[in-house]
């Protein structure tokens, strides 16, 4: 049986954004969005996944884009759902092991896909 491993690291992104429509999210307000990136893989022969360093950079590459930003420049209904799937689309293409991406939005709530 092959076993794996998880490691997880954790950034953050403050960004503005503002839901059209919504009763309550419809005005332009900000968060900081805590996002978590889990990797999952088998250890190699020097006992580790992947470097976290490598996992770090790999996240900062592409949330860095986003930082201090309105999402609504991004997104036209930038909801934490659409938020984590736009992330999770930039990221898959550098990604070497199955991953799962959590964004909170403030302390609380969150996505994950
Ligand atoms: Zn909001």
């Given at each position: 049986m092959i076993r794996t491993v998880k490691l997880g690291i954790a950034d953050h992104i403050d960004c503005a954004h503002f839901l059209p429509g919504h009763p309550k999210c419809g005005q332009l307000h900000g968060h900081t969005y805590r996002i978590e990136l889990v990797i999952e893989g088998e250890k190699g022969p020097d006992g580790m996944v992947l470097d976290f360093d490598e996992?770090?950079?790999?996240?900062?590459?592409?949330?860095?884009?986003?930082?201090?930003?309105?999402?609504?420049?991004?997104?036209?209904?930038?909801?934490?759902?659409?938020?984590?799937d736009l992330l999770r689309s930039k990221l898959e293409p550098q990604m070497r092991f199955p991953f799962t991406l959590r964004v909170w939005e403030g302390a609380g709530k969150w996505a994950e896909g």
């Open positions: 996992i770090k950079s790999g996240l900062r590459a592409v949330i860095r884009e986003y930082d201090h930003r309105s999402l609504n420049d991004f997104l036209e209904y930038p909801s934490v759902e659409n938020i984590c």
